[in-house]
T-cell receptor, first 114, second 114 residues
Framework: AQSVTQLDSHVSVSEGTPVLLRCNYS??????LFWYVQHPNKGLQLLLK??????LVKGINGFEAEFKKSETSFHLTKPSAHMSDAAEYFC????????????FGTGTRLQVTL | NAGVTQTPKFQVLKTGQSMTLQCAQD?????MYWYRQDPGMGLRLIYY???????DKGEVPNGYNVSRLNKREFSLRLESAAPSQTSVYFC?????????????FGPGTRLTVT
């Protein structure tokens, strides 16, 4: 079965330290992968996307993600967290043969402390 | 360019009441979507419309109806609201250009059914 798993429901980091939000997917084929961010009481904003071009994808606000086919992972990273990064992050997948429907992970809430 | 707009932003209904959530996009997208977001569950697809005049069920369609009024507008109707429909509802529209297929989200409607 095709699925997407965000391994941490909550991550807490100090401002200025690196951020790692983990995402794994299960599929026989390489899907399209996205990270979306949702700030409190706001809609979802696209951070970055992977669509079978370069495996290291750079997004907005200093975030990047690396597609690793052998590990079926698409982890989101940022070298130095900022207070404004506190939000909920969703790993989202379009699996092959699903008419381009999005499948959402359950989300990771990122807390940034001083 | 407003993107995706939703009305209302907040709504409280009593069990059994009906209401329609409105969504409009000004990006000339063919595809539009309705999702609900519940704590710890990510977003789940209720209905979608691949083009004007067509609609299809998503993952959780029971208790809802939709209308694709024209290319810009896609409404979601609750005929007889139930407490289980308390949620945040997001409308989205999508690029039709492969291979990106990223979706653009509205700000959401917070619905409480008492």
């Amino acid at each position: 079965a095709q699925s997407v798993t965000q391994l941490d429901s909550h991550v807490s980091v100090s401002e200025g330290t690196p951020v790692l939000l983990r995402c794994n997917y299960s599929s026989s084929y390489s899907p399209s992968l996205f990270w979306y961010v949702q700030h409190p009481n706001k809609g979802l904003q696209l951070l970055l996307k992977y669509t079978s071009a370069a495996t290291l994808v750079k997004g907005i606000n200093g975030f990047e993600a690396e597609f690793k086919k052998s590990e079926t992972s698409f982890h989101l990273t940022k070298p130095s967290a900022h207070m404004s990064d506190a939000a909920e992050y969703f790993c989202v997948v379009i699996f092959t043969g699903t008419a381009s429907k999005l499948t959402f992970g359950t989300g990771t809430r990122l807390q940034v402390t001083l | 360019n407003a993107g995706v707009t939703q009305t209302p932003k907040f709504q409280v209904l009593k069990t059994g009441q009906s209401m329609t959530l409105q969504c409009a996009q000004d990006m000339n997208h063919n595809s539009m979507y309705w999702y609900r977001q519940d704590p710890g569950m990510g977003l789940r697809l209720i209905y979608y419309s691949a083009s004007e005049g067509t609609t299809d069920k998503g993952e959780v369609p029971n208790g809802y109806n939709v209308s694709r009024l024209n290319k810009r507008e896609f409404s979601l109707r609750l005929e007889s609201a139930a407490p289980s429909q308390t949620s945040v509802y997001f409308c989205a529209s999508r690029h039709d250009r492969a291979p990106t297929y990223e979706q653009y989200f509205g700000p959401g409607t917070r619905l409480t059914v008492t």
